[in-house]
């Protein structure tokens, strides 16, 4: 026996902490559980009994009391990718009538070796060995996400398994499409960005020389646009300031991710990127639609609403919303209606703030958010074929005008040269 702190949340969704005595975690989080609390952090505080074991601490909902050595090159996680067509084909085998360690285990059979079939083994033996599926995937919390797992303790609780897998399946599924299309619309502008650079490369230490020791002969001045070519030029072909520019942004990006780990400075990096030129945009569609498809998923799989919101905030990706999701949980503790903090955010526009007001008066939420999520994914389409058919003329145009100034610095010397003999 060991004694295993805790930390959980309570059903008015305060946090509350304490200690239980359990020979595994397991049961620490079901004793926890049978309390009425929802635990979000449970580790072994010291041993009982002469037990010799040293505190390992995990969270509950994402526990992993093991450790595990992973050899170089191998992941340790699952990837999104796999674990959308796991859980579609659970679903499948599920809705097909096979038992849950069955369905699993023909699962992990399929897969190909590596952390997939791994981590499906050890799943699947720990429901053999009398765990629940939440409580055996919550031990492997970089493959499954607060959302997988809570989804399935409301799925296992309500007994409605097999639907809430369909819906975490269109979730993932959503989700993966809608990545998909943002790194597509990357492509082309990453591809014009490379030829650029290698152009530029190409005629700074190639061109450019060439037509210096040229220049050098004329006993003409050579026009100020010549002048500032051949300086930058010098500046890219010194290795002390390539080194001294390489070095700034490297602390540019150092004091980014610094000002990134302190709560105001996440705050106020999100809210920046929201209102970035032609950027923004895209960015606050997504994170609203990516609010509303997750909300919706969670209550309609029956996860408490505090318990929601909470997942939401972790899941979020974007602190603005995890800032209005706290307001929105200590609004409803308090009694009152989650589109009063929605609307003070700032971030959310009217027609979510007016859809949730009316799922929460008609008792259809879910439904609303669904219908929300929906209709920001084709914004968000939208948004995506926009910001590529802009950005593809904005960057020929931008490398025009750079090879355009550069063929115009080189020549202006040789036409001033022409005009004077003539």
């Given at each position: 026996m060991a004694v295993y702190a805790y930390v959980a949340m309570n059903n008015q969704g305060k946090e509350i902490s304490g200690s239980v005595e359990a020979e595994t975690s397991t049961l620490a989080i079901s004793q926890i559980r049978d309390m009425g609390?929802?635990?979000?952090?449970?580790?072994?505080?010291?041993?009982?009994s002469g037990a010799s074991t040293s505190?390992?601490?995990?969270?509950?909902?994402?526990?992993?009391?093991?450790?595990?050595?992973?050899?170089?090159?191998?992941?340790?996680?699952?990837?999104?990718?796999?674990?959308s067509v796991f859980v579609r084909q659970l679903a499948t085998l599920l809705g097909a009538g096979l038992?849950?360690?069955?369905?699993?285990?023909?699962?992990s059979d399929q897969a190909k070796p590596?952390?997939?079939?791994?981590?499906?083994?050890?799943?699947?033996?720990?429901?053999?060995?009398?765990?629940?599926?939440?409580?055996?995937?919550?031990?492997?919390?970089?493959s499954f996400s607060k959302l997988f797992i809570n989804m399935i303790k409301a799925g296992e609780v309500g007994g409605i398994l097999e639907a809430v897998l369909e819906r975490l399946a269109e979730f993932s599924e959503k989700e993966e499409a809608l990545k998909r299309k943002i790194k597509s619309a990357m492509v082309y502008p990453i591809l014009v960005t490379v030829a650029a650079v290698g152009i530029l490369t190409f005629l700074i230490i190639v061109v450019i020389p060439t037509f210096k020791k040229m220049f050098e002969d004329f006993d003409t001045e050579l026009p100020g646009a010549t002048v500032m070519l051949l300086k930058i030029a010098d500046?890219?072909?010194?290795?002390?300031?390539?080194?001294?520019?390489?070095?700034?942004?490297?602390?540019?990006f150092i004091i980014y991710k610094f000002i990134r780990r302190t709560r105001k400075g996440s705050y106020y990096s999100d809210k920046i990127k929201l209102y970035i030129p032609v950027v923004g945009p895209l960015i606050r569609k997504t994170a609203v639609g990516r609010f509303s498809r997750t909300f919706a998923t969670l209550i309609g799989s029956g996860v408490p609403i505090l318990?929601?919101?909470?997942?939401?905030?972790?899941?979020?990706?974007n602190e603005v919303i995890a800032q209005a999701m706290v307001s929105v949980r200590d609004s409803i503790r308090e009694g009152e209606s989650i589109a009063g903090p929605l609307?003070?955010?700032?971030?959310?526009?009217?027609?979510?703030?007016?859809?949730?007001?009316?799922?929460?008066?008609?008792?259809?939420?879910?439904?609303?958010?669904?219908?929300v999520a929906e209709a920001y994914d084709q914004e968000v389409d939208?948004?995506?074929?926009?910001?590529t058919s802009i950005m593809e003329p904005i960057m020929i145009v931008g490398m025009g005008v750079v090879v355009g100034f550069i063929v115009i610095a080189l020549f202006l010397p040789l036409i001033k040269l022409a005009t004077a003999i003539v």
């Amino acid at each position: 026996m060991a004694v295993y702190a805790y930390v959980a949340m309570n059903n008015q969704g305060k946090e509350i902490s304490g200690s239980v005595e359990a020979e595994t975690s397991t049961l620490a989080i079901s004793q926890i559980r049978d309390m009425g609390y929802f635990p979000t952090k449970v580790y072994e505080k010291s041993p009982v009994s002469g037990a010799s074991t040293s505190a390992k601490p995990a969270k509950a909902g994402g526990l992993n009391m093991n450790i595990q050595i992973k050899l170089p090159g191998i992941g340790d996680r699952i990837k999104p990718r796999q674990l959308s067509v796991f859980v579609r084909q659970l679903a499948t085998l599920l809705g097909a009538g096979l038992p849950l360690l069955r369905s699993i285990n023909v699962l992990s059979d399929q897969a190909k070796p590596g952390i997939m079939k791994e981590t499906l083994s050890e799943v699947a033996a720990d429901i053999e060995g009398g765990a629940t599926f939440s409580d055996a995937v919550a031990k492997h919390p970089k493959s499954f996400s607060k959302l997988f797992i809570n989804m399935i303790k409301a799925g296992e609780v309500g007994g409605i398994l097999e639907a809430v897998l369909e819906r975490l399946a269109e979730f993932s599924e959503k989700e993966e499409a809608l990545k998909r299309k943002i790194k597509s619309a990357m492509v082309y502008p990453i591809l014009v960005t490379v030829a650029a650079v290698g152009i530029l490369t190409f005629l700074i230490i190639v061109v450019i020389p060439t037509f210096k020791k040229m220049f050098e002969d004329f006993d003409t001045e050579l026009p100020g646009a010549t002048v500032m070519l051949l300086k930058i030029a010098d500046v890219f072909k010194d290795w002390k300031s390539i080194l001294i520019i390489l070095g700034s942004l490297v602390g540019l990006f150092i004091i980014y991710k610094f000002i990134r780990r302190t709560r105001k400075g996440s705050y106020y990096s999100d809210k920046i990127k929201l209102y970035i030129p032609v950027v923004g945009p895209l960015i606050r569609k997504t994170a609203v639609g990516r609010f509303s498809r997750t909300f919706a998923t969670l209550i309609g799989s029956g996860v408490p609403i505090l318990q929601a919101l909470t997942i939401v905030k972790d899941t979020s990706g974007n602190e603005v919303i995890a800032q209005a999701m706290v307001s929105v949980r200590d609004s409803i503790r308090e009694g009152e209606s989650i589109a009063g903090p929605l609307q003070a955010s700032g971030i959310f526009p009217p027609l979510v703030i007016n859809m949730v007001d009316v799922g929460e008066e008609t008792g259809a939420l879910d439904k609303m958010l669904l219908k929300v999520a929906e209709a920001y994914d084709q914004e968000v389409d939208a948004a995506v074929a926009a910001l590529t058919s802009i950005m593809e003329p904005i960057m020929i145009v931008g490398m025009g005008v750079v090879v355009g100034f550069i063929v115009i610095a080189l020549f202006l010397p040789l036409i001033k040269l022409a005009t004077a003999i003539v």
